[in-house]
């Protein structure tokens, strides 16, 4: 079964670090975007480097992206301003960013 991260918030806490532990486990990982906005998903390589994950267009609210990943991988989410404002949800209308860690959890959730 592939493991669950929902994403109904960008608020998550910009302080983390990517584990370098338990790397072996491979996880299906679904995320779903109810952030109201569509959002880019970058793996964070260990030498901090952002890869894009989730395609030029990102993922749409609402939608459900897939990756493979393994336990221990870190991802940044970013929000996409909107194509019509060009402003995003945050305060005085600035991209939300939040950070998860890919965890052992079937469903993992992250607000």
Request: charged share 20%.
């Amino acid at each position: 079964l592939p493991s669950i991260v929902w994403l109904s918030s960008l608020l998550l806490s910009p302080s983390f670090r990517s584990s370098t532990a338990s790397r072996t486990e491979e996880r299906t990982i679904l995320i779903h975007n109810e952030s109201g906005h569509r959002i880019h998903t970058f793996w964070i390589s260990d030498s901090n480097e952002l890869l894009q994950q989730s395609g030029d267009q990102g993922t749409q609210n609402g939608a459900t992206f897939s990756l493979n990943s393994f336990v221990g991988h870190s991802f940044e989410v970013r929000e996409i301003a909107s194509s019509r404002t060009k402003e995003c949800r945050g305060g005085d209308g600035v991209c939300r960013t939040g950070y998860f860690t890919v965890n052992k959890n079937d469903d993992q959730n992250i607000f």
